[in-house]
C-alpha cells in the first residue's frame, strides 16, 4: 500500500476484555514500531520489530501487552484484561533501517 | 537512558514570522533525528530526517540543523502560516534502533 494502516481506527472496549489492534507497514520496510500516546502525554515506546531478529521489547508496559509481526508484514498488537488506563492512541511506524519511519494514522482505544 | 526535552512547550505567533522550535537530547550517541509534526486526531508525518553526520537539512520554509556534541537541534519555519499550526515532534534514534521522543511544541500561527 501507499502508507501504514492501522485497524480499527476506534476502538472501544469494556475493562476486562482482550483487544487486537493491527498494522499494515509499508511495502519492503524491515522496522516496524509501536508507539503509545495518552493524553497530553509524548510518545511511549512499545516494541520495536526489525526483520528475523527477536524484537526489542522493553516498552510493553506489563505482561498483559504482546505483539506479532510474521516475517516483513503485518503486526498485530494484543492487549489482554484491558484496564482503563490502557485508553491511548497506538500508533505503528515503519522504516527501512536507519531512514524515516512513517506512522499509520493509530488506533484509538478506549476502555469503558 | 536518552530523553529528549522541547522547549517551549507551546508557542503562539502571528503570520508571517520566522521562528525556531528547539529540541535537546542528554545521549549524544544518535544514529540520526527526525522532526514531525501531528495535527489533531492525526497520526505522525515525517518532516526533516537528519543523519547523524550532517549538520543541516532543508525542505521549502524548513530547515533544521543538528549539532551532535551539544545535544541540540532546532527546526526554523520562515514565513508562518495558519496551515502551519500543529504540535512538532523531535524524535532521536540511537543504538537500540528505537525512536526517543519529546512531548512536542504546540504551535499557532494566528492569521
Known amino acids: 500500500g501507499a502508507g501504514v494502516s492501522q485497524s480499527p481506527s476506534n476502538k472501544v472496549t469494556e475493562k476486562g476484555k482482550d483487544v487486537e489492534l493491527r498494522c499494515d507497514p509499508i511495502s519492503g520496510h524491515t522496522a516496524l514500531y509501536w508507539y503509545r500516546q495518552s493524553l497530553g502525554q509524548g510518545l511511549e515506546f512499545l516494541i520495536y520489530?526489525?526483520?528475523?531478529?527477536?524484537?526489542?521489547k522493553s516498552g510493553l508496559p506489563s505482561d498483559r501487552f504482546s505483539a506479532e509481526r510474521t516475517g516483513e508484514s503485518v503486526s498485530t498488537l494484543t492487549i489482554q484484561r484491558t484496564q482503563q488506563e490502557d485508553s491511548a492512541v497506538y500508533l505503528c511506524?515503519?522504516?527501512?533501517?536507519?531512514?524515516?519511519?512513517?506512522f499509520g494514522q493509530g488506533t484509538r482505544l478506549t476502555v469503558v | 537512558k536518552q530523553e529528549v526535552t522541547q522547549i517551549p512547550a507551546a508557542l503562539s505567533v502571528p503570520e508571517g514570522e520566522n521562528l525556531v522550535l528547539n529540541c535537546s537530547f542528554t545521549d549524544s550517541a544518535i544514529y540520526n533525528l527526525q522532526w514531525f509534526r501531528q495535527d489533531p486526531g492525526k497520526g505522525l508525518t515525517s518532516l526533516l530526517l537528519i543523519q547523524s553526520s550532517q549538520r543541516e537539512q532543508t525542505s521549502g520554509r524548513l530547515n533544521a540543523s543538528l549539532d551532535k556534541s551539544s545535544g541540540r537541534s532546532t527546526l526554523y519555519i520562515a514565513a508562518s502560516q495558519p496551515g502551519d499550526s500543529a504540535t512538532y515532534l523531535c524524535?532521536?534514534?540511537?543504538?537500540?534502533?528505537?525512536?526517543?521522543f519529546g512531548k512536542g511544541t504546540k504551535l499557532t500561527v494566528n492569521p
Open positions: 520489530f526489525q526483520g528475523n531478529s527477536a524484537p526489542d
Open positions: 511506524a515503519s522504516s527501512l533501517v536507519g531512514l524515516v519511519a512513517f
Open positions: 524524535a532521536v534514534k540511537g543504538k537500540s534502533e528505537k525512536l526517543v
